[in-house]
């Protein structure tokens, strides 16, 4: 297990730029995938970008080209840079870490508790 802390959330302005962190409690270097989810008020949490062991970086569709998703291995540290944000990214943004632990496919999944962004227009 892994204890995920999120934070850099806030109130801004539409067009404004922030930047998120995922501090983790260990290295993250051992997951297969880290990455950041968002959930809006009233719908389902979806994925924003999340990058892969290999190096594979993938972003949703709606913020490709305004986020951009790095990792500090030393720092234990996740981070999302977020520009020229719209009203509809608000919602809280979610830190993931996932570990494959079989060939099945099956998968550890370890959360933060998140941290709200807010995009007024």
């Known amino acids: 297990q892994v204890q995920l802390v999120e934070s850099g959330g806030g109130l801004v302005q539409a067009g404004d730029s922030l930047r998120l962190s995922c501090a983790a409690s260990?290295?993250?270097?051992?997951?297969?995938?880290i990455g950041w989810y968002r959930q809006a008020p009233g719908e389902q949490r979806e994925l924003v970008a999340r990058?892969?062991?290999?190096?594979?970086?993938n972003y949703a569709d709606s913020v490709r080209g305004r986020c951009s998703i790095s990792r500090d291995n030393a720092k234990n540290t996740v981070y999302l840079q977020m520009s020229g944000l719209r009203v509809e990214d608000t919602g809280v943004y979610y830190c993931?870490?996932?570990?494959?632990?079989?060939?099945?496919?099956?998968?550890?999944?370890?959360w933060g508790r998140g941290t709200l962004v807010t995009v007024s227009s």
């Open positions: 990058i892969s062991s290999d190096g594979t970086i």
């Open positions: 260990r290295s993250i270097s051992r997951f297969d995938t």
């Open positions: 993931n870490a996932r570990l494959v632990v079989n060939v099945q496919g099956a998968t550890v999944e370890n």
